[in-house]
């Protein structure tokens, strides 16, 4: 269970007030630019009222140098969604959560799993929202996947993100940098769907690590689960991977085979396509932050984050050459 009251529903929350509630949005990159602004744009329960960017924000948007100028001049925001690399984002979470904000971070939703629990208990502390996302959970077959595996006897689960590094993060160091993740970068979107849809936990029996031999983090990694009643995962993630891209799991059980392909958004049982599901990722992640705030809620699930921390520790490592960009 990763939900938990902060307060009384509604006590102190913003009500039905949320209607267009001022947020905003700090680390103007990739993701910002691709997602959280569309989608903000596209939300009827938040309206961009500020931006935090070293580089200059957003044309026609407020914009603060960092978390104090932001703080200082806007008390009125009450919402601030967190979009730069985990490792600077925990201290501006940390000083976001104890000025009182509800905030919401991109994922992973930390560099360490117990810097993402102490702000999950300063969120408590404070009687605010802290969402840690997970964007592919909210992939167009992921809820329908994980109603059809809840009574199923699954018998094997395979997981294939392969995709090039050079096409999808050009000239991103800090995810080559310790702390930055690497292939788990991706990897871990996978895993964030692997923990929503299985209806019992798993737990990491091998892995081995790939990392080039001028690199801080992993290029590729192959991972090794394992479940209930001889239930196995297998999990590939790698970088190098040209031509076709895949962002695939393949789901084995007693009464057929599902496949969630295109990193969640398609979905077939039996080879049938199934319907597409939800609000899409960037507005469902935004209508769940409304939601949660309005409840008197935090969502954090740190189980992905686990899987990969688990995976370094247990993990092979294997030097492979060098990586550049
Ligand atoms: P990015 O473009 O490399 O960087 C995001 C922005 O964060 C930068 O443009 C910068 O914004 C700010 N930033 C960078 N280093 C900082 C530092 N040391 N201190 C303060 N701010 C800093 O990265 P991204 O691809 O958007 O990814 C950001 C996060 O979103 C990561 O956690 C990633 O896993 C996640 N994400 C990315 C994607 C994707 O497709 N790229 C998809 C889903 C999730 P300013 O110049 O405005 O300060």
Redesign the pocket.
Known sequence: MTVTNIRGAGAGGVGRQLMSEPIALL??????R??HIPAIAASNAFALAATV???G?VDGVENHDDIAGLLTARPDIRAVSL????V?RFD?AMAALAAGKHVML???PGATVSEVLKLERLARAKGVTLFATW?SRHAAGVAQARAYLRDAQIKHVQIDWKEDVRR?HPG?D?IWQAGGLGVF?PGINALSIMTEILPNPVHLTGATLAFPENRDTPIAADLAFAGPAGMRVAAVFDWRQEGPQGWNITVDTTQGQLRLTDGGATLHIDGMAQKKDGLGEYPGLYHRFAELIEAGQSDVDVSPLQHVADAFLLGRRDVVEAFED
């Open positions: 680390g103007i990159g990739k993701i910002a691709d997602q960017s070293r580089s924000g979009c730069m690399p985990p600077p501006i991109e994922k992973p964007h999808w991103q800090w970068d």
